[in-house]
């Protein structure tokens, strides 16, 4: 796969706006009563997680429509997807690392959401780079509805035990929603523009 940091450098100053409008909001963004600035960590894990997840979907269901209707455009859009979705789902892991350890005092892997999270990274991982050896569009297609299937298994199956089921959404405060939808959007915007530029970059992958 070409490098993120060639993909990166064709729309620097994209890239650099929508980075600063996160931090931006970042700061601004209202602490919570329990967890105080760590929500603001968690905001970030959570609208990285969000963002991956739209693009898992995406992917599967642009995956079905090139299968259908054979068209190299398409299979390029299900693969940009697949990768925006594979480098926000790695993202949100990161980001989760702090929180969970000024949150629960440690990372703990024996919680099914922190382990889920693994195995949806290193399946969906391995699924994508199979399709990508293989190097036909019809197997990258079936590897974005393969990982979409993965995505919905592994989240229906991962209960919460210290990971609270929606801090941010079911918050009372309207400040805190409002300012996660923004973080949520322009980190949305941030997928899209990679996407974007991912298709630009990979005209010459299949024909």
Request: aromatic share 10%.
């Amino acid at each position: 796969m070409t490098t993120l940091v060639r993909t990166f450098q064709n729309n620097r100053l994209i890239y650099a706006a929508l980075w600063l409008m996160i931090i931006g909001l970042l700061i601004l963004a209202p602490a919570e009563a329990t967890l105080g600035n760590v929500v603001k960590i968690v905001y970030a894990h959570g609208a990285a997680e969000r963002v991956a997840t739209y693009a898992y979907v995406s992917a599967g269901g642009l995956g079905v429509a090139a299968l259908l209707l054979k068209r190299d455009a398409l299979v390029r859009w299900t693969q940009a997807f697949t990768e925006a979705a594979l480098v926000f789902w790695f993202a949100q892991i990161v980001i989760s690392l702090p929180a969970q350890l000024l949150a629960w005092g440690g990372i703990t892997l024996s919680e099914p959401r922190v382990a889920g999270a693994l195995w949806i990274l290193g399946l969906t991982t391995l699924v994508y780079l199979t399709a990508r050896w293989i190097g036909e569009a019809g197997w990258m297609a079936l590897a974005a509805i393969a990982n979409t299937i993965i995505l919905v298994i592994v989240l229906r199956g991962a209960i919460n035990i210290l990971h609270p089921f929606d801090p941010i959404l079911g918050s009372n405060s309207l400040a805190i929603k409002g300012f996660y939808a923004a973080i949520v959007l322009t980190m949305g915007l941030l997928a899209l523009q990679l996407v974007r530029d991912r298709v630009r970059i990979g005209k010459e992958s299949y024909g």
